[in-house]
C-alpha cells in the first residue's frame, strides 16, 4: 500500500475532494481518502480520533474553531510559501493564531446589507437614514417594518456596533485579539444599543421576530432592509423579490460584519504532516482546484484569483462587503461572550432595561467569566 492522506469534509466538499482524489493520485501517486463527517461533528470527533490516532490528516472546517484546537495541541502550523500573496489578507490573519498560521483558508462568509430597490432606490449610507427611510416606508403603509433585525442575535448586531464605533475585543500591536480590551461597554456599543433602543420604542423593530420570519418579510415585501449572508441567496432568488446587495451603512466609524473562514487544517497527529502541507499548498492553492471548490459551494473564495474572476454580481457583492471584515475572533474567551451579549441585545428589544444598563452588566458578566476562565 502506498502513501495515503486522510480528509474528513462535511456533505457540501466531500463529493468535489472526492473528484479530486483521482487527480491527486495521477499526479502525485498518494491516494486521498475523502471521509464525509457532518460540519457540526467534526471538531468534536476530531477533538477524541486525533490524540487516539484515528483521526485524519487533514480537516476542512471553520477559523473559529482554532483557540480550542491550538490550545489542545490539535493543529499544526501550516505555511503557504509564496503563495502567501495570493489569499485574502483578512482570511489568512483569521487562521493566525499567536502570530503562527494554522490553515489554509478558502472560503471567506460574511454579511451584507439587502434592501429592496422597489421600496428604497439607493442604499442607505448610515444607519441614521436606515432609521428615517423605515420610518417613512411604514408611515406611507408601504411595509410592516422598513428594517428587520432578530431580538439577541449578536452576530447580526456586531456590524451596527462597528458602524458607531463599537467593538468585541480590542486588538494588540499584531493585530491580534486582546482578552483584556473588552469593547461591549465602549461608548461605540453603547451608542449602537441605544440606536437599538430608538428603533424598538419609535416601532420600526418587533421583539417577534425569528430568523424565519425576517427573511420571509424581506422575501413578500413585508420588509425593505435587512442583513444576511450568503447561505441565504438562493431562497431570496427563488422567492422573486427585487433586491440589491450593499455594504454595510456607516455611522460614526466604518460598519464591518464578523468575517467567518473556512479552510483546511493539519492534524498535530497526521503520520506524514510534509505530504498533507504539499497537498495543501501544491495541489489545492492552484486556480483550478480552487475554482473546483468555489463551484461546489459557492461563497467568495479567499483565494484571490478565484476571488477576483468571480462572474456572480451577488457573490462579487458578499466580497465587497466583506473587504474590511473583522475575523470571528477565534480567541477561546470568545466562548464566555456570546451568550451575555446576546441576552443585552434582547432586554434592549424588550424594552426590559436602559441601553446603557444593558450593556454594562453584560460586560461585568463577561470580564467574570473571562477571569473565572
Given amino acids: 500500500m502506498g502513501p495515503q492522506l486522510v480528509i474528513w469534509a462535511d456533505e457540501n466538499r466531500a463529493p468535489v475532494m472526492q473528484e479530486l482524489a483521482e487527480q491527486f493520485k495521477e499526479q502525485y501517486g498518494v491516494e486521498l481518502v475523502v471521509q464525509q463527517v457532518g460540519f457540526g461533528d467534526i471538531r ?19 477559523h473559529d474553531w482554532l483557540g480550542e484546537l491550538v490550545v489542545n495541541g490539535l493543529v499544526a502550523p501550516v505555511d503557504l510559501g509564496d503563495k502567501r500573496d495570493k489569499f485574502l489578507d483578512a482570511a489568512v490573519q483569521a487562521f493566525t493564531y499567536d502570530g503562527e498560521l494554522y490553515g489554509m483558508p478558502y472560503l471567506t462568509e460574511n454579511l451584507a446589507f439587502f434592501y429592496n430597490p422597489d421600496l428604497v432606490p439607493e442604499a442607505p449610507q448610515t444607519w441614521s437614514e436606515v432609521r ?5 416606508l411604514e408611515a406611507e403603509g408601504k411595509v410592516k417594518q422598513g428594517y428587520v433585525l432578530q431580538p439577541g442575535d449578536a452576530y447580526h448586531f456586531y456590524p451596527i456596533m462597528t458602524a458607531f464605533g463599537g467593538y468585541v475585543f480590542g486588538r494588540d500591536e499584531n493585530g491580534s485579539y486582546n482578552p483584556e480590551d473588552l469593547g461591549i461597554d465602549s461608548e461605540g456599543t453603547i451608542a449602537a444599543a441605544k440606536w437599538l ?3 424598538v420604542k419609535e416601532g420600526h423593530l418587533s421583539p417577534d421576530v425569528d430568523w424565519d420570519t425576517m427573511h420571509a418579510m424581506f422575501e413578500n415585501g413585508e420588509a425593505a432592509m435587512f442583513l444576511t449572508g450568503p447561505w441565504a441567496l438562493n431562497r431570496i ?3 422573486g423579490v427585487n433586491y440589491a446587495i450593499a455594504p454595510i451603512p456607516d455611522e460614526t466609524s466604518e ?3 464578523f468575517l467567518g473562514v473556512h479552510g483546511f487544517m493539519v492534524s498535530a497527529f497526521s503520520k506524514d504532516p510534509l505530504l498533507a502541507q504539499a497537498f495543501l499548498t501544491e495541489f489545492v492553492a492552484t486556480d483550478e482546484v480552487m475554482q473546483k471548490l ?14 477576483e474572476a468571480t462572474d456572480d454580481p451577488d457573490i462579487a457583492a458578499f466580497g465587497v462587503a466583506g473587504q474590511n471584515a473583522d475575523p470571528m475572533p477565534a480567541i477561546p474567551e470568545m466562548a464566555s461572550v456570546w451568550e451575555a451579549w446576546g441576552n443585552a441585545i434582547t432586554l434592549v428589544f424588550q424594552q426590559q432595561e436602559d441601553p446603557e444598563v444593558a450593556f454594562k452588566n453584560a460586560a461585568e458578566q463577561i470580564r467574570a467569566a473571562i477571569s473565572g476562565q
Fill in 44 to 62: 468534536e470527533q476530531f477533538k477524541v480520533a486525533g490524540p487516539a490516532g484515528e483521526g485524519p490528516d487533514i480537516i476542512i472546517g471553520a
Fill in 237 to 239: 432568488r427563488e422567492s
Fill in 255 to 257: 460598519g464591518k460584519p
Fill in 197 to 199: 433602543d430608538q428603533m
Fill in 132 to 136: 428615517e427611510i423605515a420610518a417613512q
Fill in 294 to 307: 468555489f463551484d461546489a459551494d459557492p461563497r467568495p473564495s479567499a483565494y484571490l484569483p478565484v476571488r
